[in-house]
């Protein structure tokens, strides 16, 4: 019998489960086709799906993943797991290298993404893989739940996708309710950059009936739905509600309909509820669950005295209920965002329980005068800042998303709605309008405004600490609902500007500073601060203007002690970054008073540092290592919080790289960009990279340095350049450029050194003179290189007690022998004896024992100092340094002793190659042939055919010419994929080309000597 022949009955106990179709979202899959018409036609980009959890993103995909094959489309599906979102690039991996159609190599690919600091270079083997698919068929790429994504796959989008569109790949994302402000950056920067956007709401009636009658198998009567319409049209709700009333049989057919049967409708257990909930930590839950038993809504307060805690306890808790999107924020009360979901979870609890916490929330009231007392305010601010005004619960509040509410239609507060349109809508507007002073939001405060920015204020400071993106977004919110001209617009301007230099976010900081510094009437405190964060900013940015606007700050009468000792000390620190070594020392004085008189730890960190840079500067190294080791340790006992410039290792670091001590540099720099990474501060993490790769350049490992440093070089394209990234940076890439012989990169830098070299800055002038000086000697230009460093040199000549010259000690003898190359005996003597005078100074550090008989023996030209730098340099771990010094002595032997010149010049070969320094291991070469040796195979070295070329990339490219995948390739070469998908782009770069057949072609025309 058919079910429509019963007249009366229960539905079946277990039903064949069927896949239902997709009801209700029928323009959806209509734009899902024109995009998928468009990726046949070789179209990609970037499509983001978007709604509340349960709405349907994830069915929409599968949907649209089975319209794809059915295509013809290449289809790789992922998905993030809350409990697996720190494997690095998991939910891509997992559905780029899964299932019957995954892409090649699994192993190697994962290998690489569990190898610690090869994230960028997995990033770029990415993006050669998917590069390399789509030249075969389009791809449609779908990675659902990013909210739940690492750090890596969010950066996929922020790199990877970027690079790859102009390929047909589409990216199919879905992000669900109550996303972390790192994915809200991401989907923001999606949005900015012209993705499509598919927004998932509500169902309406009858999409909700139409399921209905799908699951149940019988069009449902009036009051079967108007009980499911307490899913508030959340399909995923609305299933699990119809599968429980099923299995419990509480519906009945007749005639064709299905309808309620008699009786109370008690609230089932959900699945979905359930999950989401076991997903919370034990705080959130229990917050969660008193929550659900109550059934009503509550105020922070009344939460907290219900689970016997402060407020201020609750903050991590609340954040995760909030971010969950159980919990929402409605007419300052806590409730749940779907009334049947807090019913749900309220059935799994005791009833007695329930009965409890009922009972004492009806006698709590949040006007009683011990909740007031019991409120604890935000915490101190620190010196640099003004204390933010007291609010009760700010933080939850401000945490909360009201743009979600809007799109529900739900009901709020006008001071609230302009918050949310702060915290949601679009950043760079949001910051553009704040710093301007722009009408809207600004300029027509509206009544309840002020009340809602004492919360926004209060609740940024309490989220600094640990998460200064979030506090920037919620301090930026303050300033949109202030009055242009409210005397407080000032203090939330300085608080503001802090917050987005450390998220990451310094060109709106600076914009922001300066418009409040032009509205000018500020009073003498509040523009010492807003100075006080452009002079942070700027000592990274722009060295000069760092110690304009701490001076500026400083003099203004009557701050607060710990404001000036920490402008005083920004003072000493930027003119000693600058290169302005007698002006920091003569600073130092009246800093270090100031920093006493306020008793400010953090300003003496700082001043330690710059202590440590003016000894070093002077030649004292020990005196310079025993300040740099206590800033170091002041500055970790403190908190990176709580550091007036970035963390003061930095400087550390820096002194154990140029001394030899490579290990411990690499290993602090690994623990900085670690630590700055887990706390979500880009600016110091950028500050970190290049600190890294300077190390590693240091330490002869030239992929690693160039990977490093273009992988910062990403960052700074989007944080924006400046001149801490010019003396570490762009040097750094300069010297690998030179010793890999890739003069096409080489001269590309070479246009920012010119820049560099009118800079204001003298040691950014230095540094600049020198890397055009390095490039116009390997192009075989002496007499141009040492004209780039007349100011070096001259002052070098008049030995000043703060001495000039390259700050690397192993620079030395470059410039010894850059001199000679060009006949300048005069001006190569005063090099060598600053360097013999840095040796005699530190008796201590090998390294400069070891590059003063290096210069001397170049000057003198004594095989003896030659033969001493070698010998020191087996005690010092800068290969380079060293293979240059045996390099030089197996040139002196070869002159008359052949045969002994041959261990040198083949030691110098085998560090050079180690190193990956091509250009210097084709010159010892010729040395080595030049004495009768011609052991090595020619391919070694360049070919005619292939000037562009190094003999690395022209390895490469051969074996990529015959058919070979990069994973094969590094099998064949014994080298790993990251470094030949390296040396694969610099040839696809320098060739100009821009796939594989068109090297296959171009291999075939040269090598047929076309």
Not at 731 to 740: D, E
Not at 880 to 907: H, I, M, N, W
Request: contains cysteine; glycine residues 8%.
């Amino acid at each position: 019998m058919s079910v429509e022949q019963l007249t009366t009955g229960p539905l079946p106990e277990d039903p064949t489960p069927v896949t239902t179709p997709v009801r209700g979202r029928e323009a959806e899959l209509a734009f899902a086709a024109t995009r998928l018409d468009a990726l046949a036609r070789g179209e990609g980009g970037i499509v983001r799906v978007e709604g509340p959890a349960g709405i349907g993103k994830s069915r929409i995909l599968r949907d649209i993943a089975a319209s794809s094959r059915q295509r013809g489309i290449r289809v790789f599906e992922g998905a993030a797991d809350p409990d697996r979102q720190f494997v690095p690039l998991g939910p891509l991996l997992d559905g780029l290298f899964s299932g019957e159609d995954a892409l090649a190599d699994a192993a190697r690919v994962r290998d690489l993404a569990a190898t610690p600091g090869q994230r960028f270079w997995l990033l770029q083997e990415l993006g050669d893989r998917l590069r390399e698919a789509a030249r075969a068929a389009p791809l449609l790429i779908l990675l659902d739940d990013l909210q739940w994504c690492d750090d890596l796959t969010l950066l996929t989008f922020h790199t990877v996708a970027p690079g790859l569109a102009s390929h047909p790949i589409l990216w199919l994302v879905a992000a669900g309710g109550g996303v972390l402000p790192a994915v809200r950056t991401t989907l923001d920067r999606i949005r900015r950059a012209g993705a499509h956007e598919l927004t998932l709401g509500p169902l309406r009636d009858p999409a909700v009936a139409r399921i209905t009658e799908d699951v149940l198998g019988a069009a449902p009567d009036a009051d079967l739905l108007r009980a499911v319409r307490r899913v508030e049209g959340v399909p995923q709700l609305l299933v699990e509600l119809l599968d429980a009333l099923r299995e419990g049989e509480r519906v009945t057919i007749e005639n064709g309909t299905v309808g309620l049967t008699a009786g109370p409708l008690p609230v089932p257990p959900l699945p979905s509820v359930g999950r989401r909930v076991g997903r919370l930590s034990d705080a959130a839950r229990a917050l969660v669950e008193t929550a659900a038993a109550v059934g009503s809504p509550l105020s922070v307060g009344e939460l907290a005295r219900l689970l016997d805690r402060s407020p201020a306890a609750l903050i991590t808790a609340l954040r995760e209920a909030l971010d969950s999107d159980l919990l929402v924020e409605r007419a300052d009360r806590l409730e749940f965002r779907h009334q049947l979901v807090g019913e749900a979870v309220a059935a799994g609890l005791p009833h007695a329980l329930r009965h409890t916490l009922r009972h004492h929330a009806a006698a709590l009231s949040p006007e009683a005068p011990t909740a007031r007392a019991t409120r604890p305010g935000p915490p101190a601010a620190p010196a640099d800042r003004p204390e933010a005004p007291s609010a009760p619960s700010a933080l939850p509040q401000a945490l909360t998303a009201p743009a979600d509410r809007s799109q529900a239609g739900e009901p709020d507060s006008g001071g609230r709605a302009a918050a949310g349109e702060a915290l949601s809508g679009d950043r760079s507007a949001v910051a553009d309008d704040a710093g301007a002073g722009a009408p809207a939001g600004t300029g027509d405060a509206r009544a309840g405004d002020g009340a809602e920015t004492v919360r926004l204020r209060a609740a940024a400071a309490e989220l600094s600490a640990t998460a200064p993106g979030s506090a920037a977004e919620l301090s930026l919110a303050a300033l949109r609902l202030t009055a242009r001209d409210a005397p407080e617009r000032p203090e939330i301007i300085a608080e503001t500007i802090p917050l987005l230099w450390q998220s990451g976010q310094a060109a709106r900081a600076r914009r922001l500073g300066h418009s409040g510094l032009a509205a000018g009437g500020l009073r003498p405190g509040t523009e010492a601060r807003i100075r006080l964060g452009l002079a942070r900013l700027s000592s990274q940015f722009d060295f000069s203007d760092a110690v304009r606007q701490a001076r500026a700050g400083a003099e203004l009468p009557g701050i607060p002690a710990p404001t000036r000792a920490r402008l005083l000390a920004l003072l000493c620190l930027g003119l000693a970054m600058a290169g302005e070594d007698r002006a920091a020392e003569e600073a130092l004085a009246e800093a270090r008073e100031a920093s006493g008189t306020a008793g400010d730890r953090t300003a003496e960190a700082t001043l330690m540092v710059v202590e440590s840079a003016v000894r070093f500067a002077r030649l004292d190294w020990s005196g310079a290592f025993r300040q740099a080791d206590a800033a170091a340790a002041l500055a970790a006992s403190l908190g990176i919080v709580h550091s007036v410039w970035a963390p003061e290792a930095l400087w550390h670091g820096f002194l154990l790289s140029v001394s030899g001590r490579s290990a411990e540099a690499l290993a602090l720099a690994e623990t900085g960009v670690r630590t700055a990474r887990d706390q979500g501060r880009p600016a110091v993490t950028r500050m970190w990279l290049m600190n890294r790769a300077r190390a590693l350049l240091d330490a002869g490992r030239l992929t690693e340095a160039r990977a490093d440093a273009e992988a910062a070089t990403a960052l700074t394209d989007e944080l924006g350049h400046g001149n801490f990234a010019d003396v570490t940076l762009l040097y750094t890439l300069m010297r690998v450029a030179l010793h890999t012989g890739d003069r096409r990169a080489a001269r590309g830098y070479a246009a920012q050194a010119r820049r560099m070299r009118d800079d204001s800055a003298p040691r950014v002038r230095t540094v600049g003179s020198w890397m055009l000086a390095l490039l116009a000697d390997a192009e075989g230009l002496p007499d141009r290189a040492l004209s780039e460093l007349d100011e070096v040199t001259a002052a070098l000549a008049e030995e000043p007690a703060f001495p000039a010259g390259p700050v690397d000690p192993a620079d030395a003898p470059v410039l010894v022998r850059m001199a000679l190359r060009a006949g300048a005996h005069d001006r190569a003597a005063p090099a060598v004896r600053a360097a013999e005078r840095r040796a005699v100074r530190n008796p201590g550090f090998t390294i400069l024992a070891a590059t003063a008989a290096h210069a001397r023996g170049l000057l003198d030209n004594d095989l003896a100092h030659l033969l001493r730098a070698v010998t020191l340099y087996e005690d010092c771990p800068r290969p380079l340094a060293r293979a240059s010094a045996l390099e030089d002595a197996g040139r002196k032997f070869a002159v008359t002793r052949k045969s002994e010149a041959l261990p040198y010049l083949e030691k110098a070969l085998a560090l050079y190659a180690r190193a990956g320094a091509e250009r210097d291991v084709a010159r010892v070469r010729r040395r080595l042939r030049a004495s009768g040796v011609r052991r090595r195979p020619s391919k070694a070295g360049h070919d005619e055919r292939w000037p562009e070329l190094t003999a690395s990339e022209l390895r490469v490219t051969r074996l990529v010419a015959q058919g070979l995948t990069n994973a094969q390739v590094a099998a064949h070469l014994s080298l790993s994929p990251h470094t030949v998908g390296s040396h694969l782009r610099r040839a696809f770069t320098k060739l100009d080309l821009t796939s594989r057949v068109e090297l296959a072609r171009l291999t075939e025309s040269r090598d047929n000597g076309e």
